[in-house]
Nanobody, 120 residues
Framework: QVQLVESGGGLVQPGGSLRLSCLAT????????MGWYRQTPGKERELVAV???????NEADSAKGRFAISRDNDKNMVYLQMNSLKPEDTAVYYC??????????????WGQGTQVTVSS
């Protein structure tokens, strides 16, 4: 059973930065794809950025130029550095993982989520 634990969320002013972390534990097979989705009340969960073990990635247009995803395969961790945060970035951010190569749809494993609030 794969378990994902996120950390790093919080309250930040517009223009500020946050760094999210996700640790993957358990499971019998290696995780290929890891990344981040986010969701606000009344909206569907949307992809933010994902990356494979080989370094291929996909990110939302809204994240380009502001967010950077990185991964430490040896530590089974994935990070999301978020800069120039905007109020519309406010959401619960969920870590996601897949044992398959998948850059466009979420895998079966989810973290509990961490709240990111961007407000002055």
């Amino acid at each position: 059973q794969v378990q994902l634990v996120e950390s790093g969320g919080g309250l930040v002013q517009p223009g500020g930065s946050l760094r999210l972390s996700c640790l993957a534990t358990g499971g019998r097979f290696a995780i290929n794809t890891m990344g981040w989705y986010r969701q606000t009340p009344g909206k569907e969960r949307e992809l933010v950025a994902v990356v494979t073990s080989g370094g291929n990635s996909n990110e939302a247009d809204s994240a380009k130029g502001r967010f950077a995803i990185s991964r430490d395969n040896d530590k089974n961790m994935v990070y999301l550095q978020m800069n120039s945060l905007k109020p519309e970035d406010t959401a619960v951010y969920y870590c996601n993982a897949d044992e398959a190569y998948n850059l466009y749809s979420p895998g079966p494993y989810w973290g509990q989520g961490t709240q990111v609030t961007v407000s002055s």
